[in-house]
């Protein structure tokens, strides 16, 4: 069992940056692939970024690509997610979530089990 606690949204205004937290409980956060995930009203949620367990690798969404930095310390038990030049549609809930389903589409909300309960981000123009 994980739990996950997501820390540091707020207001920013466009160009501005924001860095994101996500402190989990339990001795095997280490063992789990982190993603950051974001919904915005009226949409679907959609992924931002993925980290592998050991840190080594690094996935993110064309949209944040170039702007966006996802991090990890295991020591700390916690997940970052640096985002850079915030735009008005990045302006959504943002959630960490651990990955317990493997194969290649990373991307899908289903293949990961424990989630935050969310942060929100909102970027003014």
């Known amino acids: 069992q994980v739990q996950l606690v997501e820390s540091g949204g707020g207001l920013v205004q466009a160009g501005g940056s924001l860095r994101l937290s996500c402190a989990a409980s339990g001795r095997t956060f280490g063992s789990y692939a982190m993603g950051w995930f974001r919904q915005a009203p009226g949409k679907e949620r959609e992924f931002v970024a993925l980290i592998s367990s050991g840190g080594s690798s690094t996935f993110y969404a064309d949209s944040v690509k170039g702007r966006f930095t996802i991090s990890r310390d295991n020591a700390k038990n916690t997940v970052y997610l640096q985002m850079n030049i915030l735009k008005p549609e990045d302006t959504a809930v943002y959630y960490c979530?651990?990955?317990?389903?493997?194969?290649?589409?990373?991307?899908?909300?289903?293949?990961?089990?424990?989630w935050g309960q969310g942060t929100q981000v909102t970027v003014s123009s």
């Open positions: 979530a651990a990955r317990t389903r493997g194969g290649v589409y990373y991307y899908y909300t289903s293949n990961y089990g424990y």
